[in-house]
């Protein structure tokens, strides 16, 4: 018989906090920055095209992902991937076609996660990521995690270039505070879920960071690979860790099944 806990675990929509899980988020907020470049740009879309392009794509896989009764791996993280690159282009609009400055759009959406967090709280006394059995919760969580994307973007920009620090300076200074935060959960006891969440949010200025490095001609501090060489490496790296997570999650369902852990019919 199956316990309320084990159901939990499987019923869960978001994959467990490991190694590739972390690989694979980098990856993809790397491909939200050189993407949404890409289609503005190079494709010469127009932020207001590229947006409603992007948003409605982010529409269809949100419904895909909701309608899920559990963590599908390609369903997941093509939901993470263009709510990397929405997100970035929220916050390009509101900068460069509404004219609002970067330390504005920092502290606005700071608040807003803020204000997410503590109606996430509020409602379900818990932000862990390990209970996401709910559409409630992952209501929360998908709106949280847009507002991550968009704080990191305005942040990571602000740095680089409203600071004039550059892409490569930008991407250690983050990285440097997300190593920081690692060594107080692993030695310190810092909370998990505190943890968890200040590393979610700054894995995004870190991998708009390198997105731009890759990307950026080098008059700019870039390598100069382009957005479109930059965004297809990405994704195919991606390709390749959620076809990792397909195959492992079903070598380990497969397990499961033959010694009776299984969710009753």
Known sequence: MMTRTNRAQILNKVPAVTFDFWLIKLLAVTVGETAADYMNLDLDLGLATTSWIMSGLLFVA??????????????????VVLISVVGTLVTDNLVDNFGVSLQTTTLFFSLMLAVTFTLWYASEK?????????????TFYWLAVLFTFALGTAAGDLTAEGLGLGYLQTGVIFGSIIAAIAIAYYALNLNGILAFWLAYILTRPLGASLGDLFAQPAQHGGLD???????????ACIAALVLFMTLTQANRNGMAATTGNTAPE
């Open 225 to 235: 690979f382009g957005t479109t060489v930059a965004s297809f490496i990405f994704l």
């Open 126 to 138: 818990t932000l862990s990521i390990h209970t996401i059995t709910t559409t409630r919760r992952e």
């Open 62 to 79: 949100l419904a895909l992902q909701f309608a899920q009764l559990r963590y599908v791996p390609w369903i997941y993280w093509l939901t």
